[in-house]
């Protein structure tokens, strides 16, 4: 049983926090730790704290004033601060056991770690939620002989029979409509499944949807700790059940945060007080308008404009916005892009690549 004990200075003014566990080192790959599968990993739940108060550990940020220079930073949440391919990999797991029980009744724990650590290298081919499973199966497909041979054709044993991870990501578009059609699988109903069972995951247990989430080493204390204006432009959205279809195509988006669930992980994982109206997500338009819009804003005259993004193609469509001229963008070399795109970026002269280190010393 977790244990509870009373934090501060004074016992009046205490708080309650709940220790779960400990936060797991990054592993190996590129810094992800390897997730696992009946399991959440450990966080805090910390209790709110009274009207008024600032929850110790919990750093509020800086109110907006007027700008006698500076700097300020609009940041992607998803593939920049937070990643959330271990959450997405394991909903796609749950929801590909509803879907195909037959097949899945012989994938077993490791397995299913050998699944979402692959994951991690395919999610940039990733556009819609729904992917996720149609990639969990045919992972399984390649994976365990006696599946394939049971559950697809003599054409399709032949066309995925040896097929890497490498192929897969670069030739994805090509596969993705021959394994709809192969296994008459429907989008609708593949975009209903997913979003029902991460829907029920969030209901039943919430605290292990949010543990199956993580944030890239450094970037949380380094927005933390920032002397700069930050604020968070994501236009994903979280989608319920009746609508799990809400995203846009042009800009890549997963189905994926709500501002709440956003504000939620901030707060939860990162110990990070981030203000509602800093972050721009469900309803707020594609992210050229949301840029348009900070820069046009009284307090944001004079400073220096920097964009922070994981998706080459959202800073394309933003190069293609003379109003935008402006604005510093940034392609960073984690998240959800290929080591194709990273090389392509080179060539861009208005678009620079930042690692992990570069992006704390800058937010700084």
Known sequence: ????????????????????????????????????????????????????????????ARTSRPAMGGDLYALDFDGVLCDSCGESSLSAIKAAKVRWPSLFEQVDA?????????????????????ENLLLVRLLVEIQIHSVRKSSVSYFLQCFIYGLSIQEILENWSKLKPTLMDEWQEDRESLV??????????????????????????????????????????????????????????????????????????????????????????????????????????????GLKLHFIEDRLATLKNVIKEPALDNWNL?????????????????AIPRIQLIDLPDFSRQLK
Not at 5 to 27: H, M, Q, T
Not at 110 to 130: D, F, H, K, N, S
């Open 110 to 130: 490791a397995m299913e770690e050998w699944i979402v650590e692959q994951m991690y290298t395919l999610r940039p081919v990733v556009e819609t939620g729904y």
């Open 1 to 60: 049983m977790a244990g509870v004990r009373l934090v501060g200075v004074r016992p009046s003014p205490g708080r309650l926090e709940r220790w779960v566990g400990s936060l797991p080192d990054a592993g190996s790959r590129g810094g992800r730790p390897t997730l696992p599968i009946r399991g959440v990993r450990s966080y805090f739940i910390r209790s709110i704290p009274p009207l008024g108060r600032v929850e110790r550990g919990v750093r509020k």
């Open 330 to 346: 940034y392609l960073v070399k984690w998240g959800y892009n290929t080591q194709k795109e990273r090389e392509e970026t080179e």
């Open 192 to 301: 209903d499944l997913f979003g029902r069972v991460r829907d029920d995951w969030i209901e039943n247990d919430f605290s292990g949807w949010i543990g199956a989430n993580r944030f890239y080493p450094g970037t949380a204390d380094a927005l933390k700790l920032s002397s700069s204006e930050a604020y968070i432009v994501t236009t994903k959205q979280f989608c319920s059940v009746g609508n799990a279809e809400c995203l846009s195509s042009t800009d890549h988006l997963l189905v994926v945060f709500q501002s709440r669930f956003a504000e939620a992980l901030l707060k939860e994982l990162a110990g990070i007080d981030f203000p509602s109206e800093r972050i721009y997500g469900l309803g707020t338009g594609p992210k050229v308008k949301v840029l348009q819009q900070l820069q046009q804003m009284l307090q944001h005259q």
